[in-house]
């Protein structure tokens, strides 16, 4: 295991991760070296301490957009966790380079002010419409070439795959659609690509 996914906040006891790309993950963002990068839906912040660990090594930032319990969620794990539960984690890894958004995506989207995006993590909503409104209102905000990565592709309880698969035909792109080593092929599946 990559030292950046070390000593992370549990999912739940016994549970060390929900980031179970973060392997793949990490080896895309030391490829491409975003350094503007935002994460929907951030929890506890075991991934985004993770990316914030190897982007500080070029003087990459992170911004993590989460409602954090602020308002309830229709799917999922418990959300009770609390932006500053989410803040302790993230100071508590020593990481400083992540700044915390308490907002819903599509709220944090419309009022984006933080420059072209190198990379975008999209895991909030994973509801067909949710997951579909942040594709379609965070796109124009990635700059070209930049990477954009979601997780749960293929995972029947969801509408991410649909709304992923919409969104590449709509905008002409091609995204890799690749199972994770280790977990089950059906249903945890990264999707990624990079905008042309």
Known sequence: MRAEL???PEAWPGEPTWFWHGEQILALVEQYKPVNCVELGS???GSAI???RVIGKWGGKITCVDVWGSVPVPYGCNHSVTVDEFVRNVTGAGVFNVRAIQSRTDDA???WRGGPIDYLYVDA??????????LELWWP??????????DDYDDPR???TAAWDEFEKKYAQVFEHKATPGTNPECTRLVWGIKR
């Open 158 to 160: 969801f509408g991410v």
């Open 125 to 134: 909503d994973h509801s067909y419409e949710g997951c579909k409104s942040d």
């Open 141 to 150: 905000h990635i700059r070209i070439g930049g990477l954009i990565a979601g």
């Open 6 to 8: 070390q000593n992370i």
């Open 50 to 52: 993770a990316t914030a």
């Open 43 to 45: 929890w506890k912040g």
């Open 109 to 111: 989207a419309r009022e």
